[in-house]
């Protein structure tokens, strides 16, 4: 079986309120990978109902993220959108690594004690087997690289452990490439608007903390107006933005949006204001995201053609997987 040497595999989850953080963090770079690798970009939304989702919204929130994915600039047609369930490689694969990786591992899942929360006993299975089926995703296309935000480190981590262990478990060096996480740009890591020691996240209680993609210029606006930052003008270098978590997020999205670096930004506004400063980035958010939410809204009015694009991108995933499974299959023994 041929060895793929540049294909991308990532996903994102259908769970609502997608925001900044996942577009500055994941979906803009899968767009700028395009021109150099073989793409597939999935709305996993398995993953989804590892946390309870409304039957109905989860149907909306993954065209959703397919359109947000389209109108931020992947290409279905030369690439490939789908959505996960519709590929039963992943769950099957999944079983089986859950068989590969071991309970240690997961025992060390950051993001599992974050979201399972004090109750862990009430947590759901798959949520704590979460990261297998991750792993599951990437290897079932033997994919070579992963577009994450910074909090998907560890589970990219998890998902090289275990194809290391199957590789070795099957005496089948190899066989599934390491994956190599990558984590771009100025904005790994967004914050929450209302706390800059928080990630930016769907689940936040407030909808001030986030700048989502449903956003109007006018909401986009105010939640940056109302952006925690503190009374001091923006310094002159990097370090000076050390232990001042709110400025120093609003300046990573700025340069993140305008495709400059931090040290690029601070030259340029070094000793103004947050009263000069927000005004400013509000303008660069709302020219940059604006196009992509009315995009998004008018692929959202044809639901017909987004299942259009996630059939067809399912048959081309398919056709990649089945012929990978078939050899899981047999090098695990199964007749
Ligand atoms: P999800 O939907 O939670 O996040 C989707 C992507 O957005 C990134 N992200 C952020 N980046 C910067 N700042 C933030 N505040 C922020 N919040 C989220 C995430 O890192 C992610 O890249 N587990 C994945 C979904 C997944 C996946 C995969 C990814 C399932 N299977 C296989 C890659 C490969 C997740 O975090 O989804």
Same mark, same amino acid.
């Given at each position: 079986?041929?060895?793929?040497?540049?294909?991308?595999?990532?996903?994102?989850?259908? =769970?609502?309120?997608?925001?900044?953080?996942?577009?500055?963090?994941?979906?803009?770079?899968?767009?700028?990978?395009?021109?150099?690798?073989?793409?597939?970009?999935?709305?996993? $939304? *398995?993953?989804?109902?590892?946390? !309870?989702?409304?039957?109905?919204?989860?149907?909306?929130?993954?065209?959703?993220?397919?359109?947000?994915?389209?109108?931020?600039?992947?290409?279905? %047609? /030369?690439?490939?959108?789908?959505?996960?369930?519709?590929?039963?490689?992943?769950?099957?694969?999944? !079983?089986?690594?859950?068989?590969?990786?071991?309970?240690? !591992?997961?025992?060390? *899942? =950051?993001?599992?004690? &974050?979201?399972?929360?004090?109750?862990?006993?009430?947590?759901?299975?798959?949520?704590?087997?979460?990261?297998?089926?991750?792993?599951?995703?990437?290897?079932?296309?033997?994919?070579?690289?992963?577009?994450?935000? %910074?909090?998907?480190?560890?589970?990219?981590?998890?998902?090289?452990?275990?194809?290391?262990?199957?590789?070795?478990?099957?005496?089948?060096? &190899? +066989? +599934?490439?390491?994956?190599?996480?990558?984590?771009?740009?100025?904005?790994?890591?967004?914050?929450?608007?209302? &706390?800059?020691?928080?990630?930016?996240?769907?689940?936040?209680?407030?909808?001030?903390?986030?700048?989502? *993609? /449903? $956003?109007?210029?006018?909401?986009?606006?105010?939640?940056?107006?109302?952006?925690?930052?503190?009374?001091?003008?923006?310094? %002159? @270098?990097?370090?000076?933005?050390?232990?001042?978590?709110?400025?120093?997020?609003?300046?990573?999205?700025?340069?993140?949006?305008?495709?400059?670096? /931090?040290?690029?930004?601070?030259?340029?506004?070094?000793?103004?204001?947050?009263?000069?400063?927000?005004?400013?980035?509000?303008?660069?958010?709302?020219?940059?995201?604006?196009?992509? @939410?009315?995009?998004?809204?008018?692929?959202?009015? &044809?639901?017909?053609?987004?299942?259009?694009?996630? %059939?067809?991108?399912?048959? /081309?995933?398919?056709?990649?997987?089945?012929?990978?499974?078939?050899?899981?299959?047999?090098?695990?023994?199964?007749?």
């Amino acid at each position: 079986m041929e060895q793929p040497r540049n294909r991308v595999f990532s996903g994102v989850q259908p =769970t609502g309120n997608l925001h900044l953080g996942n577009y500055l963090g994941a979906i803009r770079n899968f767009v700028g990978l395009q021109e150099t690798h073989e793409c597939l970009y999935c709305v996993v $939304d *398995m993953h989804a109902i590892t946390v !309870w989702q409304e039957p109905k919204e989860l149907a909306a929130n993954t065209r959703e993220v397919a359109a947000a994915y389209i109108a931020s600039g992947i290409d279905p %047609e /030369r690439h490939i959108v789908f959505n996960q369930s519709k590929v039963s490689a992943h769950a099957e694969l999944a !079983w089986i690594l859950n068989c590969v990786a071991r309970i240690g !591992w997961l025992n060390r *899942m =950051t993001q599992f004690k &974050d979201k399972a929360g004090k109750d862990r006993e009430k947590a759901s299975v798959g949520l704590y087997a979460y990261p297998v089926l991750m792993a599951a995703d990437i290897l079932a296309y033997r994919a070579t690289h992963v577009p994450v935000g %910074e909090d998907q480190k560890q589970h990219l981590e998890l998902a090289r452990d275990t194809a290391q262990k199957f590789n070795n478990d099957f005496a089948a060096p &190899d +066989f +599934f490439p390491l994956p190599e996480p990558l984590i771009m740009g100025e904005a790994t890591r967004v914050m929450s608007l209302r &706390d800059g020691t928080k990630k930016m996240s769907k689940s936040d209680p407030s909808d001030l903390s986030r700048i989502t *993609m /449903r $956003d109007s210029a006018d909401d986009i606006a105010k939640k940056i107006r109302k952006a925690q930052t503190d009374p001091e003008p923006l310094p %002159e @270098t990097v370090e000076g933005l050390a232990g001042r978590a709110g400025a120093d997020n609003l300046v990573g999205i700025y340069a993140a949006l305008s495709g400059k670096t /931090r040290a690029e930004v601070l030259a340029e506004f070094s000793g103004a204001q947050f009263s000069v400063f927000k005004p400013a980035l509000a303008d660069l958010a709302v020219e940059k995201l604006t196009p992509i @939410t009315t995009e998004m809204k008018r692929l959202m009015d &044809d639901p017909a053609y987004i299942d259009s694009v996630l %059939e067809k991108g399912a048959v /081309r995933a398919r056709a990649i997987a089945d012929p990978v499974i078939a050899r899981v299959r047999e090098l695990v023994g199964f007749i």
